[in-house]
């Protein structure tokens, strides 16, 4: 339901687009965010959109945007100033009347 892609190897200081295409009737109206999952480590949040608002984890805030295209019923999230602590399994995830859908993951490694 969810198709995450843009993941790739980076150098730190370098920047990255990841982008999550998915059905108009989960991408409409409805909460999306980006988690990162790095080795050895929980799943986290790292930035959130609604119709009201966007957040962003401590760690990534003035460095990541996240943002929806409406042409494509697409979330993105730009990654700048990439740091090797960023490197992690990123999943797209979206809420529609309850039911949760996660996307199958891309992988960013940003290196030192």
């Known amino acids: 339901q969810l198709q995450a892609c843009g993941g790739g190897s980076v150098q730190a200081g370098e920047s990255l687009r990841l982008s999550c295409t998915t059905s108009?009737?989960?991408?409409?109206?409805?909460?999306m965010a980006w988690y990162r999952q790095a080795p050895g480590e929980q799943r986290k949040l790292v930035a959130s959109?609604?119709?009201?608002?966007?957040n962003y984890a401590d760690a990534v805030k003035g460095r990541f945007t996240i943002s929806r295209d409406n042409t494509k019923n697409a979330l993105d999230l730009q990654m700048n100033s990439l740091k090797p602590e960023d490197t992690a399994i990123y999943y797209c995830?979206?809420?529609?009347?309850?039911?949760?859908?996660w996307g199958q993951g891309t992988l960013v490694t940003v290196s030192s």
């Open positions: 995830w979206a809420n529609r009347h309850g039911s949760v859908y």
């Open positions: 108009r009737g989960i991408f409409s109206f409805n909460p």
């Open positions: 959109i609604s119709s009201t608002a966007t």
